[in-house]
């Protein structure tokens, strides 16, 4: 991870890539930055993780050089809250849909003057026992990445794009595919037609692009039009592709 915060990494113009972890284990969480990961996304909406198990995990990723990224549940303030004071680098928060949801998304992960986040210094976000520039350095450095994944947010892409504090709009391609009626055809040109005209009124308003690529050579076509934050497959998944390949290669003896 460098000197650079996630966040620095993204606003410099630099191309970062990570994985969804859903494996409650630090020592994944560890081994994704040692890797060479720029970032692990917890998953506490499509896996098991809770704020309390992600803890430890947001520790791990650090020692290996991983930033740690929390996808919470909801767009709920106590959410947001609780993946960010336990040192998370970024929330992730899914379904963004309007206006509305992305201010409300901003207010719960910034604190005062720039939004709502409820404040103690006392949790791990703070060193335990938090320091004179606290809320000033976690709004610099805490990244913030909404996810536009139905047709709802796409119908108010502009509005969502156009408030203050998003630093990643995090497209999914998976849930793209079943707002255009196409479910898993992720490589569909619909599909892909659609996330180029996101990514092309996205970088006209300023904003970081992301997304979901199921393999290396997807993600690669993603990073040549320009998004900068690409989550490359899940730690299960991963896993499970290697230890077949091991079988496979030890049967073909």
Not at 109 to 118: I, N, Q, Y
Not at 150 to 170: H, K, S, Y
Not at 219 to 244: N, P, R
Request: proline content about 4%; aromatic content about 6%.
């Amino acid at each position: 991870m460098g000197e650079q915060t996630l966040k620095q990494q993204l606003e410099s113009g630099a191309t970062t890539v990570g994985t969804f972890q859903s494996i409650d284990s630090a020592a994944v969480a560890e081994v994704s930055g040692l890797a060479g990961f720029d970032f692990t996304i917890l998953d506490q909406e499509h896996g098991p993780l809770t704020a309390e198990t992600s803890l430890p995990l947001c520790a791990a990723a650090e020692r290996g050089g991983a930033s740690p990224v929390v996808r919470v549940r909801e767009n709920a303030p106590p959410e947001i809250q609780r993946a960010l004071d336990i040192g998370a680098a970024g929330v992730q928060i899914p379904q963004i849909e309007s206006r509305a949801d992305a201010e409300a998304a901003v207010a719960a992960a910034r604190f005062e003057p720039l939004g709502e986040r409820g404040l103690s210094p006392y949790v791990r976000a703070g060193e335990y026992d938090g320091g004179e520039n606290y809320t000033d350095e976690q709004n610099e450095s805490t990244l913030v990445i909404v996810h536009v994944e139905g047709q709802a947010g796409l119908d108010n892409l502009d509005e969502i794009l156009a408030v203050e504090g998003i630093d990643v709009v995090f497209l999914g391609p998976y849930d793209l595919s079943q707002s255009l009626g196409i479910p898993g055809q992720v490589t569909d040109d619909r599909v892909e037609e659609t996330m180029e005209d996101v990514c092309e009124r996205a970088r006209e308003a300023g904003k970081i692009l992301g997304t979901y690529a199921d393999t290396p050579e997807l993600a690669q076509q993603w990073i040549d039009v320009g998004i900068q934050y690409v989550a490359v497959s899940v730690d299960a998944t991963l896993l499970k592709g290697a230890f077949e390949d091991v079988v496979k290669a030890i049967d073909a003896e």
